[in-house]
Antibody, heavy 119, light 113 residues
Framework: EVQLLESGGGLVQPGGSLRLSCAASGFTFSNSAMSWVRQAPGKGLEWVSTISDSGDVTYYADSVKGRFTISRDTSKKTLFLQMNSLRAEDTAIYYC????????????WGQGTLLIVSS | DIVMTQSPDSLAVSLGERATINCKSSQSVLYSSSNKNYVAWYQQKPGQPPKLLIYWASTRESGVPDRFSGSGSGTDFALTISSLQAEDVAIYYCQQYYAISWTFGQGTKVEMK
């Protein structure tokens, strides 16, 4: 059974930093592109970033480019999202997603972790 | 970016009746070499993450009831629930994965009449 367990969310002041983690299990992590998708409270879904299965190619939404960095540790089967220069508009539930690039659609979603950016 | 526009924003359907959600992309998401439409549909219930229902515009994910069906090609797509059940009350999103940067429709809220 595929499981994606996010952690690291919380309350951060504007301009602050935070790193999200996603522990993956139930599938061959090294064979799958992974993505982050966020959902602001009461709003729709917004793609944030995707990383290739090998980790050598990354993509970002314009809204986070230059501030967020996606990475992965294959040995630990863990996906990360380093978020810097956080803004109020980054407040959202962040979902770890199995999918993207050659892995196409968002096949599996974690339960999400909530980030609140507020002073 | 490819813009995905859903209609309606919400709809109320009686138990056992049909519900149809439309999704229009701002450009074709049909990949000609494979003749596949790069569209997926998701269901999101309150307090839960989205769940994949349909991919390649019309292929049902394993375990999804056959009352859910997807159709369309090019720029116009639809998700149909043939006989609405109480557990189908949710928000439904279409998504394109034709571009590396996924985009989603704004969501359609399906309620029981």
């Amino acid at each position: 059974e595929v499981q994606l367990l996010e952690s690291g969310g919380g309350l951060v002041q504007p301009g602050g930093s935070l790193r999200l983690s996603c522990a993956a299990s139930g599938f061959t992590f090294s064979n799958s592109a992974m993505s982050w998708v966020r959902q602001a409270p009461g709003k729709g879904l917004e793609w944030v970033s995707t990383i290739s299965d090998s980790g050598d190619v990354t993509y970002y939404a314009d809204s986070v480019k230059g501030r967020f960095t996606i990475s992965r540790d294959t040995s630990k089967k863990t996906l990360f999202l380093q978020m810097n220069s956080l803004r109020a508009e980054d407040t959202a539930i962040y979902y770890c997603v199995k999918g993207g690039l050659s892995s196409r659609w968002a096949a599996y979603w974690g339960q999400g972790t909530l980030l609140i950016v507020s002073s | 970016d490819i813009v995905m526009t859903q209609s309606p924003d919400s709809l109320a359907v009686s138990l056992g009746e049909r519900a149809t959600i439309n999704c229009k992309s701002s450009q074709s998401v049909l990949y000609s070499s494979s003749n596949k439409n790069y569209v997926a549909w998701y269901q999101q219930k309150p307090g839960q993450p989205p769940k994949l229902l349909i991919y390649w515009a019309s292929t049902r994910e394993s375990g999804v009831p056959d009352r859910f069906s997807g159709s369309g090609s090019g720029t116009d797509f639809a998700l149909t629930i043939s006989s609405l059940q109480a557990e189908d009350v949710a928000i439904y999103y279409c998504q394109q994965y034709y571009a590396i940067s996924w985009t989603f429709g704004q969501g359609t809220k399906v309620e029981m009449k």
